[in-house]
Each structure stands twice: as C-alpha cells, then as structure tokens.
T-cell receptor
Framework: SQTIHQWPATLVQPVGSPLSLECTVE??????LYWYRQAAGRGLQLLFY??????ISSEVPQNLSASRPQDRQFILSSKKLLLSDSGFYLC??????????FGQGTRLTVV | DAKTTQPTSMDCAEGRAANLPCNHS???????VYWYRQIHSQGPQYIIH???NNETNEMASLIITEDRKSSTLILPHATLRDTAVYYC?????????????FGAGTRLFVKA
C-alpha cells in the first residue's frame, strides 16, 4: 500500500532563516506531488505541483520554492523566511482514480 | 476550472444522518466530484468520489444530481468523530497533470 511521510511535524524558525521541508512517498511510482499551505481557519492553497523529477509548477508567487530530486521525494524550501510564511504545510500525492492523499502536515511558526 | 459552493457550517445530532450539500454548476463533462474531510490539525482524508452515478463506500454515500450541478455527501450515522471540515472539490486538469483545488469547505459539528 502507498504511504506518504512528511516531516517535521512542527517547526519554529526565526525570520530570515532558511527552510527545508521534506516529503517522501512509498508504494507507488511516478506520482503527482503537491505542496499546499493552510492558514489558520482557512482552506488549502495549492503552492506547487510536480508531475515528474525536476518538473515543478508554481501556483502563486511567493517566498518559497520546491524541488523534486527523486521520483518520490518532494522538498519545499525558502532561503529567508518571512512572518507571513507561518502556516500548516501539507504534502500530497495523487493517482488518476482516487484523487489526492495527504501527509500529516508540518505546522510552521516563524517568529 | 469548476468552482464549488458549500455552506460554511452545519450541525448534526449524533446517530442521525448528516447531509452535506455542494453546488458545482459550472462542472464540465469530464470532471469528477470528490469529497475530503479534515479533522483538526491533520491532513485531509479522502472520502469518496463520483462522476454521475451515485456512489457508496464504507464511509459515506455520494448523491449527484442528474444535471451534475450539485451533489450531497451523506454520512448515514454521524458520530462525534465525524466532526471535521468537509471539502467538496472537482478535479482540475493542469498542464501535464492534475491539480486539486480546495475551497473553505463545510465545518460539520456532530453533537451528542
């Protein structure tokens, strides 16, 4: 069966520090991968999606970037965090039949 | 991209059926309706999806109107653990792949 791992679960980072969140998927090959962000009490905002290694599409202009160095690895990064980057970050993968499956999320607080 | 409209919140008594409506009047012929739910501080969980026929699984039933402009998610016997935000979405085909767009959803409160 397929599983998705996302870490860390919580993170507190100072303004101006770098960020690296990692997501890996097991049990499937060539998945579509996604990064979402959810502000408190709000819906999910799609940040990036990837259909293959090295292929990244950005949905909104922002202070973040994404990379896919391996088929089942998706990384969300920032060189310098802003206060507005705080939120709940979710990684997901999808297949064509059953939609998206999500990790447990990372709660990022920028202080 | 088809958009969905859901009520902001709903209440349901424990043990009763919870019926969550969703409008998607601009849905196109090849777009599916998906339902997810998100329990506080967790990632969204897939519930069910359908194209035009009604669907049922161990979690819920999905009723899609004949014109496909609206649908209803039914939790037949709601429990306190069903309290969550429920998202109704339609699949969006992006360049080279699929993108799942989430709105604000319906916050369902199941009360004892």
């Amino acid at each position: 069966s397929q599983t998705i791992h996302q870490w860390p679960a919580t993170l507190v980072q100072p303004v101006g520090s770098p960020l690296s969140l990692e997501c890996t998927v097991e049990g499937t090959s060539n998945p579509n991968l996604y990064w979402y962000r959810q502000a408190a009490g709000r819906g999910l905002q799609l940040l990036f999606y990837s259909v293959g290694i090295g292929q990244i599409s950005s949905e909104v202009p922002q202070n973040l970037s994404a990379s896919r160095p391996q088929d089942r690895q998706f990384i969300l990064s920032s060189k310098k965090l802003l206060l507005s980057d705080s939120g709940f970050y979710l990684c997901a993968w999808s297949d064509q039949d059953r939609g998206a499956f999500f990790g447990q999320g990372t709660r990022l607080t920028v202080v | 991209d088809a958009k969905t409209t859901q009520p902001t919140s709903m209440d349901c008594a424990e043990g009763r059926a919870a019926n969550l409506p969703c409008n998607h009047s601009t849905i196109s012929g090849n777009e599916y309706v998906y339902w997810y739910r998100q329990i506080h501080s967790q990632g969204p969980q897939y519930i069910i999806h359908g194209l035009k026929n009604n669907e049922t699984n161990e979690m819920a039933s999905l009723i899609i109107t004949e014109d496909r402009k609206s649908s209803t998610l039914i939790l037949p016997h709601a429990t306190l653990r069903d309290t969550a935000v429920y998202y109704c979405i339609v699949r969006v085909v992006g360049t080279g792949g699929f993108k799942t767009i989430f709105g604000a959803g319906t916050r369902l409160f199941v009360k004892a």
